[in-house]
């Protein structure tokens, strides 16, 4: 079997064919009846897996043709800035008639794959999504399989084909090294942020690229990776100022730090 290609949803019809069985009998598989064979019932799986067939729960128990439920995803909802952009998108949905359905992974792939399950079995009409931390491209594969829109929000995930709404994270470092530097500064930090992050090497290399153009040398550029989070932040500065010729101004991975 193949995985179909294609934005069309996969229909119990095509698992039916392609398991060799009814399509009661995957209906009694997708309900968990223990009255299907076991053999049979771990055909109809593999055929559910190999076609990216989603369970819509949604539609299984209200029988509605289209789902007015967005889905979004938030990284980490006890950081003031996510908090403020999901009521920015929330306002957003609400206003063209849409039923927002928020989750809040914690930076936890994990519980983001536990998050995408479930949406995706109420049959939500798109997703947004901020990506956890540790997220793998292959994670939203069954979501693209299924043909349901998403979009990242603030974070990129390497070779992801889902597009992204997200600042120039790049530039935007760079602006704010060459306003230090300015202001005087010749001594200068980053704070925060971890490798693991696209998002920290974005900021970090503008960062790096304007203290390069502005004549700092390397020997007065600090780095601290740390959390992204007020005692990460505090946990860099002791770091910095522990050494002999401590930075006069830092440029912070986030608002938190």
């Not at 439920?69 to 998108?89: K, R, S, W």
Request: hydrophobic share 40%; proline share 5%; net charge positive.
């Amino acid at each position: 079997m193949t995985a179909r290609a294609g934005k069309e949803r996969v229909t119990i019809i095509e698992i039916a064919a392609a398991a060799g069985v009814s399509k009661s009998t995957v209906s009694l598989v997708l309900k968990g009846s223990d009255s299907v064979h076991p053999e049979t019932r771990d055909r109809v799986n593999a055929a559910i897996r190999e076609l990216g067939y989603v369970y819509n729960r949604g539609a299984a128990n209200l029988r509605q043709a289209r789902s007015n439920i967005v889905g979004m995803i938030i990284n980490d909802l006890t950081n003031p800035f996510f908090a403020e952009l999901a009521v920015g998108i929330e306002r957003s949905f609400q206003s063209a008639g849409y039923v927002p359905f928020i989750a809040n992974t914690a930076e936890n792939p994990v519980r983001q794959e536990e998050v995408l399950k479930s949406m995706l079995e109420q049959g939500v009409a798109g997703l947004i999504v901020s990506p956890a931390r540790g997220s793998r491209p292959d994670a939203f594969r069954r979501v693209e399989a299924a043909g349901i829109p998403v979009v990242f929000a603030m974070r990129r995930l390497p070779e992801s084909r889902i597009p992204i709404v997200a600042p120039d994270n790049h530039r935007g470092a760079w602006l704010a090294a060459r306003h230090l530097v300015e202001r005087g500064h010749r001594r200068l930090a980053f704070f925060g942020g971890s490798a693991d992050l696209v998002v920290y090497h974005e900021r970090l290399e503008g960062f790096r690229e304007a203290c390069r153009q502005l004549g700092v040398p390397d020997r007065d550029v600090t780095v601290c990776e740390g959390e992204t989070h007020r005692k990460g932040g505090m946990a860099c500065l002791d770091t910095a100022m522990a050494g002999g010729a401590p930075p006069t101004a830092a440029l912070c991975f986030n608002d938190a730090v």
